[in-house]
């Protein structure tokens, strides 16, 4: 199983940013997918799922409203908008995937991207 993260990098606040994972190895509409990040002295902490048939999405409170998760089942791609970025949104962004209906903790995903960098200057 690989899934390669992309699109990060540097925005200024209040910019956006459009995160893209694509997925191989296995099934892709069997698994949820989800999106985490780590910021340098925290823990990884969730920001966003979507469910296999791509019929509901799950938020972190500190991104609902300004992210929009999504996911191509045709091209098994899962993909992060994020908009109205805040310098606190600066992280390492990892995708991931879950054989259960959806997740919150990184516990329940089993296979990670590698991550991207997404820096948010003030």
């Known amino acids: 199983v690989q899934l390669q993260a992309s699109g990060g990098g540097l925005v200024q606040a209040g910019g956006s940013l459009r995160l893209s994972c694509a997925a191989s190895?296995?099934?892709?509409?069997?698994?949820?997918m989800g999106w985490f990040r780590q910021a340098p002295g925290k823990e990884r902490e969730f920001v966003a799922a979507?469910?296999?048939?791509?019929?509901?999405?799950y938020y972190a409170d500190s991104v609902t409203g300004r992210f929009t998760i999504s996911r191509n089942n045709a091209k098994n791609t899962v993909a992060l908008q994020m908009n109205s970025l805040k310098p606190e949104d600066t992280a390492v962004y990892y995708c991931?995937?879950?054989?259960?209906?959806?997740?919150?903790?990184?516990?329940?995903?089993?296979?990670w991207g590698q991550g991207t960098l997404v820096t948010v200057s003030s």
């Open positions: 979507i469910k296999r048939s791509a019929g509901s999405a």
């Open positions: 190895g296995r099934t892709f509409t069997t698994y949820a």
């Open positions: 991931a995937q879950t054989p259960r209906p959806s997740g919150y903790s990184p516990h329940e995903y089993d296979y």
